[in-house]
């Protein structure tokens, strides 16, 4: 199975839109922040949506399924709520499994968020790369033909961590998240062969650059992490435009589907990250 993942449905830009665009961001949690920041960089005129559906988090350890049906339901509500000109799908595990339903229900255009293996291979002076993702991602046959298709020369080892999402959203909550927790997700990333060692690491979640400074301290050796979030940003500019003036649009509006983990210190978090308010629409995960 292919399909064009970075594009939007038409990878042809869209038509000028004239008036400011609505843009929403959307990941089952916060990992999306990391690519909301590139978002608002390369549109700071737009006006932008958050969207969480930290009801159903963590999305990598659900089946298959489940997040396709849920991510529908989800984005059928958010569309009414919110009417974007675009959205950004801010997470590689929806990205990698629901995209073409997405793009097959919705008329309006889509930018996926993938594994970086591409860049990664282009990188990668060892040969040895790892990507690190959810469970989710790391089953996928998307990731598998990813690879495949772009890192035939390289030898990729796939991690799927079970608990780092929820330690990012943890340590960003105000939580304590001890080193040794966040090593023991990382540690297998770091292969040495006799021919020598990984040196380029994907970041195939978008929760795990929001612990970047943490993993540069403790890796055992120092490699290039790759973000995709700028790429992102990238692809949506090709499709929507560049900015029709220089004016902030303001703070970004949230929609979450719990709100049950916002705690005063993750509040103050996402003020730090443009976002005043959080709206919740309640959306309880219902599993038969
Ligand atoms: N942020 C999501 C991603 O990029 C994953 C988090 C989750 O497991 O829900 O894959």
Redesign the pocket.
């Known amino acids: 199975m292919r399909f064009d993942l970075m594009a939007g449905t038409a990878a042809a830009p869209l038509a000028p839109i004239a008036r400011t665009p609505v843009v929403l961001v959307f990941?089952?949690?916060l990992?999306?922040l990391t690519v909301l920041a590139e978002v608002r960089r390369a549109r700071p005129d737009a006006r932008v949506v958050y969207a969480a559906d930290d009801a159903a988090?963590?999305?990598?350890?659900l089946p298959e399924a489940v997040v396709l049906s849920r991510v529908l339901a989800v984005m059928e509500r958010l569309m009414a709520l919110h009417a974007p000109d675009l959205v950004v799908i801010?997470?590689?595990?929806?990205t990698t499994l629901v995209l073409p339903a997405l793009r097959a229900r919705f008329a309006v255009p889509f930018v996926g968020?993938v594994p970086a293996i591409k860049p990664a291979a282009a990188a990668t002076r060892s040969g040895l790369v790892s990507v690190l993702?959810?469970p989710?991602?790391v089953r996928r046959d998307y990731t598998r033909d990813l690879i495949d298709t772009y890192a035939g020369g390289c030898a990729v080892t796939l991690v799927g961590a079970t608990g780092l999402?929820s330690l990012a959203e943890a340590d960003l909550s105000g939580l304590p998240v001890p080193d040794a927790a966040i090593l023991a997700e990382i540690a297998p990333c770091f292969v040495e062969t006799p021919a020598g060692r990984t040196d380029v690491v994907v970041l195939?979640?978008?929760?795990y650059p929001l612990l970047l400074a943490r993993y540069a301290r403790i890796a055992p050796w120092p490699v290039t992490w790759i973000d995709p979030a700028p790429a992102v940003a990238r692809r949506m500019v090709h499709l929507l435009g560049g900015p029709l003036h220089d004016e902030p649009a303001g703070p970004v509006a949230a929609t979450f589907t719990s709100g049950a983990r916002l705690t005063p210190a993750l509040r103050t978090a996402l003020g730090e990250r443009g976002i005043a308010e959080v709206a919740v629409e309640a959306m309880p995960l219902v599993l038969q």
Do not use: I, K, Q, R
Not at 90 to 94: D, E, H, P, V
Not at 204 to 207: D, L, V
């Open positions: 990941d089952s949690g990992g999306g988090f963590p999305y990598g350890g801010a997470c590689n595990t929806m968020t993702a959810t989710g991602t999402a195939a979640c978008t929760h």
